[in-house]
């Protein structure tokens, strides 16, 4: 074994102790990272969650979901899950009265990216609504929201930080019942 790669297998043990206790390496300037891009992705327990969802189970659910759905949530469906594919991003307010079906899309928009091996992040602001979204967090926890909002507040995430990596390698963020976040 070359200097480099016991250099590396070491930073890699430390990563994952920092890990463990919400820390990264990034949090320390002099620190030297590791040299394999890909160790990042696989030492992030925020991200190693978000994939290890069973594809093939929701390659089934997607099948049944698309099924299911009428012609207009067939449309929203397609033109949201289009412009994940084609990584074109874009911006999605979907409204409705209770029942029409808003979480069956979410749903189905989870089940299709995920069976694709890419991470989608289901938020809610409130938590019953976190509880109805597959893997669904409240916003507040999942973007470090503060709970008192003043005119100087932001998301305590840090550059480089296990949640900035989760965010950066997300393909689909779904935020659900959003107009009952109080913008301050």
């Not at 989608?120 to 938590?127: I, P």
């Not at 979204?133 to 916003?139: N, Q, T």
Request: proline share 2%; hydrophobic share 40%; aromatic share 8%.
């Amino acid at each position: 074994m070359t200097d480099d790669e016991l250099k590396n297998l070491c930073l890699i043990e430390i990563k994952k102790i920092l890990n463990s206790n919400a820390r990264s390496l990034r949090d320390y300037q002099s620190m030297p990272y590791t040299e394999m891009s890909d160790v990042r992705l696989f030492q992030n327990k925020l991200i190693e969650e978000e994939l290890a969802y069973d594809t093939n189970a929701l390659t089934h659910t997607n099948l049944y979901t698309e099924q299911k759905m009428t012609h207009e949530q067939r449309l929203v469906f397609d033109e949201i899950l289009n412009a994940v594919i084609t990584d074109s991003g874009g911006f999605y307010f979907l409204y409705g009265h209770d029942g029409c079906g808003k979480t069956f899309i979410w749903n189905g928009l989870s089940s299709a990216i995920r069976s694709k091996g890419k991470i989608v992040l289901n938020v809610a602001s409130s938590g019953i609504a976190s509880l109805l979204l597959p893997g669904g967090r409240m916003a507040h926890f999942r973007f470090s929201i503060p709970i008192t909002i003043t005119d100087e507040s932001t998301c305590n995430i840090k550059h480089g930080s296990l949640k900035a990596e989760l965010l950066i390698q997300s393909s689909l963020i779904i935020w659900d019942e959003i107009p009952m976040l109080n913008k301050m």
